[in-house]
Nanobody, 124 residues
């Protein structure tokens, strides 16, 4: 059974850091793009950062997180990470990881496998 499990969310003060993890089971990540998406109350789910399946590991970042967030993948551990630094209150949301077979985009509707989400709250 294909499963994605996120962890690492929590409450952090503005300017702080968190590292989210997305562990896959039931399949290997080698042939999947992995994306991190977030959804704040009353807002649509948006793509935050995605990393392709290809060997160049090309990555996409939404403008609001460029220079603060870094996505990485460790295929040996079947895990993808999102390092989030300089967090802001507007980063508060439920963060989801998702997988796209042979993917290269960061569009919500193109991802077919989703985790359950992890809450990130940035507040003083």
């Amino acid at each position: 059974q294909l499963q994605l499990v996120e962890s690492g969310g929590g409450l952090v003060q503005p300017g702080g850091s968190l590292r989210l993890s997305c562990a896959a089971s039931g399949f290997t990540l080698d042939y999947y793009a992995i994306g991190w998406f977030r959804q704040a109350p009353g807002k649509e789910r948006e793509g935050v950062s995605c990393i392709s399946f290809s060997s160049d590991r090309s990555a996409y970042y939404v403008d609001s997180v460029k220079g603060r967030f870094t996505i990485s993948r460790d295929n040996a551990k079947n895990t993808v990470y999102l390092q989030m630094n300089s967090l802001k209150p507007e980063d508060t949301a439920v963060y989801y990881c998702a997988a796209q077979f042979y993917g290269s985009t960061c569009k919500v509707h193109e991802y077919g496998y989703w985790g359950q989400g992890t809450q990130v709250t940035v507040s003083s």
